[in-house]
């Protein structure tokens, strides 16, 4: 009977992955233990041969923020599905850090304290790394030095590492672009908080498709808000109550999209005929709400793909391009519009 290092494990009453990394020589097993393993497996006859004819896979891990974010587990897809394409195995790291919508000032601290418990933990192995954040911001400094690269996903450092995130502008010009396109004049835009990054790069390009197309940038149809539902439809509840109100709004993301969906319909108008509106993020309900919502679609699994590809190119000595990158959005039209 052929021997296994599950046999070997089972004899032990040890891990396969512990007794796998002894007898590879690799992983944090102590000599003591790494010796008592190798003497069982030579007591039960393992065929030392076939960890040479078994070829080893590079490791890469992939730090995520939280599990509970859509953004987080589809950006995480795109790394994992970039390595496995490319021979490499991807282990996801869960921080478990969840925090609430109006919480921008995340306590640095706290994410390095969790990074420094994970790494105490992580595969010996690993030759990279994607850290993947939440929402977009600085995370500079949350992960203390490692001696493998590390490559920031949906974020950026401002000590130039590099990153791949969002064009949050161009994401919201070709939004704003959409409304234009249906001779909306009066277009207004409810934004996040204005603490976070997208919604300053996202106002930037509301401000720069009016001023392309010869429109007035009229600073009472901005509105600085929250991603609430609710407290979005306030907001369009009061925006109605210009003279004249908005003929179309861009939303900055789609929860605020479904208020002032709400609002509008409150007030006896329709959509897209009275009121056109355009959403972004392209969450899976942007689809069977109705009317249906015209959104703007993140490229999160292509961060993935792409955050991989640049590790890798630094993991082979290879040069690459740009050490920031930004992807571009993209529309998806539905009945909103």
């Given at each position: ?14 891990s396969t992955a512990t007794v796998s990394n002894a007898l590879t020589g690799k992983g944090r097993v102590s000599e ?245 509106v355009v959403g972004f993020d392209n969450y899976d309900f942007a689809s069977f709400v109705s009317p249906s919502l ?39 039209r539905r009945e909103s519009t």
């Open positions: 009977m052929m021997i296994t290092i599950n046999d070997i494990a089972q004899a032990l009453n040890l003591a233990n790494r010796q008592a393993i190798i003497d069982k497996a030579n007591e039960m006859g393992y065929d030392f041969g076939r960890l040479r004819l078994t070829p080893q896979r590079k490791t890469v891990a992939v730090f995520m923020e939280s599990l509970a974010i859509p953004f987080c587990c589809k950006i995480a897809e795109g790394v994992s599905r970039a390595a496995e394409y490319s021979g490499y195995r991807a282990v996801l790291y869960n921080l478990d850090l969840l925090y609430e919508n109006d919480d921008y000032n995340t306590p640095r601290e706290r994410v390095r304290r969790k990074m420094e418990e994970i790494l105490r933990h992580v595969d010996s192995g690993i030759i990279g790394a994607v850290y993947i954040s939440q929402y977009p911001r600085d995370v500079t400094g949350v992960i203390p030095v490692v001696p493998f690269p590390v490559i920031y996903a949906y974020c950026y450092t401002n000590d130039g590492a590099p990153s791949v995130n969002t064009n949050d502008q161009q994401g919201a010009y070709i939004a704003v672009q959409e409304l234009i396109s249906l001779r909306k004049k009066r277009i207004a835009m409810i934004s996040g908080p204005i603490n976070s990054i997208p919604m300053t790069k996202r106002l930037s390009g509301y401000q720069r498709a009016l001023i392309d197309a010869g429109l007035p940038v009229d600073l009472r149809m901005v509105v600085t808000g929250d991603w609430d539902i609710e407290r979005s439809c306030e907001r369009m509840t009061k925006l109605l109550q210009l003279d004249p109100p908005p003929d179309g709004v861009f939303c900055q993301s789609d929860h605020i999209a479904l208020g002032v969906c709400k609002a509008i319909r409150q007030a006896g108008k329709s959509i897209p005929g009275d009121i056109a015209t959104t703007i679609d993140q490229p999160l699994e292509k961060i993935g793909r792409v955050a991989f590809s640049r590790l890798k190119k630094i993991v082979d000595r290879e040069e690459i391009e740009e050490r920031s990158v930004l992807l571009d959005a993209r529309l998806i």
